[in-house]
């Protein structure tokens, strides 16, 4: 009997000197993980991802098209490219913008002299009143 009780009693004793504590490392970047690990997880994600956007358009969408709905697309951006140069012919003048507005269909583009070389384009939609602005060095 007393040799099971020592037996038992040095299994205790041998199983709490192997315990250690145990340290959380976290994996995800955002949660103090490697850095490293951001571009494994985030492709894992994308390979798991089995949910579509309805909305989204798709990536070959072009190729899906017929070839005269391809020539409309190409004839489409070769217009607004125009129309876009045409507008920046009216703001440029040597090479450098000039404070003004310009106006096209959609469009007005107002160009503001902020004073120590800096310009203020905003560019305002006509139909839905939004716009947008940024700044450039003119110099």
Same mark, same amino acid.
């Given at each position: 009997?007393?040799?099971?009780? $020592?037996?038992?009693?040095?299994?205790?004793?041998?199983? !709490?000197?192997?315990?250690?504590?145990?340290?959380?490392?976290?994996?995800?970047?955002?949660?103090?993980?490697?850095?490293? @690990?951001?571009? @494994?997880?985030? @492709?894992? $994600?994308?390979?798991?991802?089995?949910?579509?956007?309805?909305?989204? $358009?798709?990536?070959? !969408?072009?190729?899906?098209?017929?070839?005269?709905?391809?020539?409309?697309?190409?004839?489409?951006?070769?217009?607004?490219?125009?129309?876009? !140069?045409?507008?920046?012919?009216?703001?440029? $003048?040597?090479?450098?913008?000039?404070?003004?507005?310009?106006?096209?269909?959609?469009? @007005?583009?107002?160009?503001?002299?902020?004073?120590?070389?800096?310009?203020?384009?905003?560019?305002?939609?006509?139909?839905?009143?939004?716009?947008?602005?940024?700044?450039?060095?003119?110099?």
């Amino acid at each position: 009997m007393r040799q099971r009780f $020592a037996i038992i009693l040095n299994l205790l004793f041998c199983a !709490s000197a192997l315990a250690s504590e145990l340290v959380y490392t976290p994996v995800n970047p955002s949660f103090g993980g490697s850095p490293f @690990n951001g571009a @494994n997880l985030l @492709n894992s $994600a994308q390979a798991t991802n089995k949910h579509q956007d309805p909305n989204a $358009a798709s990536s070959s !969408s072009y190729f899906n098209q017929t070839p005269l709905q391809q020539f409309n697309d190409n004839l489409e951006r070769s217009v607004l490219s125009q129309l876009s !140069s045409a507008a920046t012919s009216g703001i440029i $003048a040597g090479g450098k913008l000039v404070p003004g507005s310009v106006q096209t269909g959609n469009f @007005n583009i107002t160009i503001s002299d902020l004073g120590g070389g800096l310009l203020q384009i905003t560019t305002t939609d006509k139909v839905s009143g939004a716009s947008t602005s940024f700044q450039v060095n003119s110099q």
